[in-house]
């Protein structure tokens, strides 16, 4: 049974170009959300979908940054113009329930 | 808003001991739930164990285990028979009942165990 799948697991970009992370959830789970992790701010959410319906983006960046989930399979994470206060790790979760999270591995974004 | 508050940067403890980390939370909702995960030198963020604000037991799961102290907000971390494998960063996070789904974290504790 394979966990959630996120690609790429690094990626390197030059500042003010386009990033665009992609997330496959565990099937069958019908949420799915999007996290950021640095050393200095932590784990913090960033967007959320349940039955691909946008629920929460309340920690969404308001510019540049936007999050899709076209299909039950797939969500992505969009980043214009980026910045290097950007660079982070980017994490996926989905979860059948209410309850738990499952989380994938992450993308590292680094920002030159 | 919610919040969540880890004070233990880093424990280091022999392999085979008990070690108890702490994580306090602050909301304003009556009912929430409790997480802690693990995350490995991989980045893998694993989770661990849940208690449910309204359930007076505390929750066990292996040799992971709660101390849910509802009128201290706090919602310790038990690991009895620690193994070097029980290394790792570990987070404490809330969701309120009120606040879909999302997951609000503490900054982590390491926790290093060597033989």
């Known amino acids: 049974n394979a966990g959630v799948i996120q690609t790429p697991r690094h990626k390197v970009t030059g500042k003010g170009q386009e990033a665009t992370l992609w997330c496959e959830p565990i099937?069958?789970?019908?949420?799915v959300f999007w996290y950021r992790q640095t050393i200095v701010q932590g784990l913090e959410f960033l967007t959320y979908?349940?039955?691909?319906?946008?629920?929460?983006d309340s920690g969404m960046p308001k510019e540049r940054f936007s999050a899709q989930m076209p299909n039950q399979s797939h969500s992505t994470l969009k980043i214009q113009s980026t910045q290097p206060q950007d660079s982070a790790v980017y994490l996926c979760?989905?979860?059948?329930?209410?309850?738990?999270?499952?989380f994938g591995p992450g993308t590292r974004l680094t920002v030159l | 808003a919610q919040k969540v508050t880890q004070t233990q940067t880093s424990i280091s403890v022999v392999e085979k001991t008990t070690v108890t980390m702490d994580c306090v939370y602050e909301?304003?909702?009556?009912?929430?739930?409790l997480f802690w995960y693990k995350q490995t030198a991989s980045g893998e963020i694993v989770f661990l164990i849940r208690?449910?604000?309204?359930?007076?037991e505390n929750a066990t799961v292996g040799h992971y285990s709660l101390n849910f102290q509802k009128p201290k907000s706090s919602i310790g971390l038990i690991i009895t028979a620690t193994q070097i494998e029980d290394s790792a960063v570990y987070f404490c996070?809330?969701?309120?009942?009120?606040?879909?789904?999302?997951?609000?974290f503490g900054k982590g504790t390491v926790l290093l165990v060597s033989p």
């Open positions: 979760a989905s979860s059948l329930t209410v309850y738990e999270q499952y």
């Open positions: 099937s069958g789970h019908s949420a």
């Open positions: 979908f349940r039955n691909q319906a946008p629920i929460d």
């Open positions: 909301t304003r909702d009556s009912s929430y739930f």
């Open positions: 208690q449910d604000s309204y359930k007076k």
């Open positions: 996070a809330m969701r309120e009942d009120s606040g879909y789904n999302k997951l609000t």
